[in-house]
C-alpha cells in the first residue's frame, strides 16, 4: 500500500495580498504532478496544458487496512489481554458493519449509524445491547486506527468527530456491592466448604478485595501468615481462555501489601505449603478449573446474581463506609488514584447512607417538636 503524496500549491492571493494555497496529492510523483498541474490550470496560472486524467489508486476497505497495516503493527506487540480485547472488538463489532467499506466511504454519518447498531446488538443476533462504556471502548480503538490512516495520508480527515456522535445507549454499571448481612452469611459459610480449593479460592476472594487475577497470580512464598499479609507481585489472566498467562500486576501500585484477617488465616493455615501457586501449584489452575471451582462454590454459598468482581466492590465499599479516605482505601485496593473510590465506592448502598443516621440525628439534637 503506497503513502499517499501531498504538496501545498500557490494558486493567488486574497485581497490583503497573501498567498491562496490548495493542496495537490497523488500515490506516486507522476500522480501528484499531475494534480499540481490541474490546480495551476483551474487556477488560470498554466494555460495550454490539459492535465489527461489517470486511474486513481483504490483506497483499501478498512478490513484490508486493520489486515495489512494497523493489525501487525499497532496490535501485534500489545499485552495479551489487550490484544484479546481489540480482537474482540475487531470481530464482533468493527468489520461486521463496516469492514467491507473503503476507507473514505466511512464518514461521520455512518459512525453515528454504527453506535446505534452497537446500542441495539440484541436485534442484531448478539446476546445483548452494549451499553454507554463498551460503545465508547470499541469507539476509541476505531478512532485510533483512523487516526493512522489519517497519518498515512490515505484520508483527508477522521470521521470520529467527539461533538457530533452521540452514545444513545444505556449507562455502563459498575460492579455491585453485596449487602452487608449477605457478605457476614458467605464468610461464616466459607471454611465448612468441603473442597480445599474452593475454601481457598473464596476466603482469598471475599476477605482481602484482590482482583480476581491477583488472586490467581498469588503464590505460598507471598503469604505471611504469622504477621498477616500478603504480597502482591504478579496476576494471572486468560486471554486464550484455557491456558493461563503469569505477568505483571496492572499498574505499579497494584504491587502492595495484602491484609488477611485473621478469619482468612484460620482458613488459610491448615492449608499452607512452602511453595506454588495457591490456586493451582507449579502452575495456576486452568480456566476450566477456575471456572468450574468457582461455579461449585457459589453453588453451595448459594451465591446469586454476583460476580467474583463484586467481591472486590463490597470490599473497597465497605472501607469507604467505615470512615477510611479516599488516598487510603486506594493504596488498600491498588488503584492508582482516588478516582475510582471517589465515583464507584458508597455512593448509593443503602447500608452506607444509613451508617450516617447518628451523625444526621447529631445536628437535629435539639429539635424535638412532633416526637
Known amino acids: 500500500m503506497s503513502k499517499r503524496l501531498k504538496e501545498r500549491v500557490q494558486t493567488g492571493v486574497d485581497d490583503q495580498q497573501k498567498p491562496v494555497y490548495k493542496w495537490a496529492a497523488g500515490y506516486s510523483a507522476a500522480e501528484l504532478q499531475l494534480d499540481i498541474a490541474r490546480i495551476l490550470v483551474e487556477a488560470g496560472m498554466l494555460e495550454g496544458v490539459t492535465p489527461q486524467p489517470q ?10 487496512f486493520i489486515d495489512q497495516e494497523y493489525r501487525p503493527a499497532f496490535i501485534a506487540n500489545l499485552e495479551l489481554t489487550t490484544q484479546a480485547n481489540y ?10 458493519f463496516m469492514g467491507d467499506m473503503r476507507l473514505d466511504e466511512i464518514n461521520v454519518g455512518t459512525v453515528q449509524r454504527f453506535y446505534d447498531w452497537m446500542a441495539n446488538a440484541a436485534s442484531h443476533g448478539r446476546k445483548k445491547n452494549l451499553n454507554r462504556n463498551t460503545i465508547a471502548r470499541v469507539s476509541g480503538l476505531l478512532s485510533r486506527i483512523f487516526r493512522v490512516a489519517l497519518e498515512m495520508g490515505l484520508v483527508s480527515e477522521s470521521p470520529m468527530k467527539k461533538t457530533l456522535l452521540r452514545i444513545n445507549a444505556e449507562e455502563g454499571g459498575h460492579h455491585t456491592a453485596l449487602p452487608d448481612e449477605e457478605v457476614l452469611r458467605i464468610k461464616r459459610e466459607i471454611p465448612s466448604l468441603d473442597v480445599r480449593n474452593e475454601r481457598l479460592f473464596m476466603g482469598l476472594l471475599v476477605y482481602t478485595g484482590m482482583r480476581p ?8 512464598e507471598d503469604i505471611h501468615l504469622g504477621k498477616q499479609y500478603a504480597e502482591i507481585k504478579r496476576a494471572v489472566t486468560y486471554p486464550k481462555k484455557n491456558q493461563p498467562v503469569i505477568k505483571g500486576t496492572k499498574t505499579k501500585k497494584s504491587v502492595r501489601t495484602v491484609i488477611l484477617p485473621k478469619a482468612l488465616v484460620g482458613i488459610l493455615t491448615p492449608c499452607a505449603e512452602s511453595e506454588g501457586f495457591i490456586c493451582g501449584g507449579e502452575q495456576p489452575w486452568t480456566w476450566t478449573v477456575l471456572d468450574n471451582i468457582k461455579r461449585r462454590a457459589y453453588k453451595k454459598l448459594r451465591i446469586k446474581g454476583f460476580s467474583n468482581y463484586d467481591f472486590r466492590s463490597t470490599f473497597g465499599t465497605q472501607l469507604k463506609e467505615s470512615g477510611l479516605s479516599s488516598a487510603i482505601v486506594a493504596d488498600l485496593m491498588g488503584h492508582a488514584d482516588t478516582r475510582m ?3 464507584v465506592y458508597a455512593r448509593t448502598r443503602h447500608e452506607g447512607v444509613m451508617k450516617q443516621l447518628e451523625a444526621v440525628e447529631a445536628i437535629n439534637s435539639g429539635i424535638t417538636a412532633g416526637l
Open 213 to 220: 487475577e491477583e488472586v490467581m497470580g498469588l503464590r505460598w
Open 55 to 64: 486511474e486513481t489508486k483504490k483506497l483499501p476497505t478498512l478490513r484490508e
Open 87 to 96: 480482537e474482540s472488538y475487531i470481530s464482533l463489532n468493527i468489520l461486521p
Open 341 to 343: 473510590v471517589e465515583t
